[in-house]
């Protein structure tokens, strides 16, 4: 059964305890995908009209994600759930794979969702790791934003 376990309040605070300032890649794409996962499963859960029978985890992280997008009142893939799309595609690659060929483009492909092309410069000065640990708060901020909507939404709804 679905109930709430993210405290949004909270959230920043949590997400800088969790996720390493390390310059390890694939650590920090890993616990990144933790931390966005649990907010993909709350999204869902929000969006549901009788989350209370849904049992996020049973499903596989895509699929939670594509139903968030169904989900969603305009029908269109918001950007936080295409690079969730594409970090979860990352995860995998990192977690199945001990040297999996693809890992720096699917690197680029997230942080492109994220960065101006245009100042490209300017970030391509900084370390690849500081710029994914950059992306990935952006994303679970991003998230975490939506989640808050949908329970706001949901509590002025059950009070009116």
Not at 123 to 148: K, N, S, W, Y
């Amino acid at each position: 059964m679905a109930r709430s376990t993210v405290n949004i309040d909270g959230y920043e605070d949590r997400f800088r305890k969790l996720l390493p300032r390390s310059q390890d890649t694939t650590l920090l794409v890993l616990k990144g995908h933790l931390l966005m996962e649990e907010l993909v499963n709350e999204l869902v859960t929000g969006l549901l009209p009788n989350p209370a029978v849904f049992s996020p985890t049973q499903i596989r992280l895509h699929d939670r994600i594509c139903l968030a997008q169904a989900l969603l009142p305009n029908g269109e893939a918001p950007l936080p759930l295409e690079a969730a799309l594409t970090l979860n595609t990352l995860r995998n690659r990192l977690a199945h794979h001990l040297e999996h060929p693809q890992v720096d483009q699917l690197i680029a492909e997230f942080l492109r969702a994220f960065e101006d092309p245009e100042a490209l410069d300017e970030f391509g000065t900084e370390r690849t790791a500081t710029r994914l640990r950059r992306c990935i708060a952006f994303l679970c901020g991003m998230l975490a934003g939506m989640v808050a909507g949908i329970r706001a939404v949901k509590d002025r709804k059950a009070r009116a």
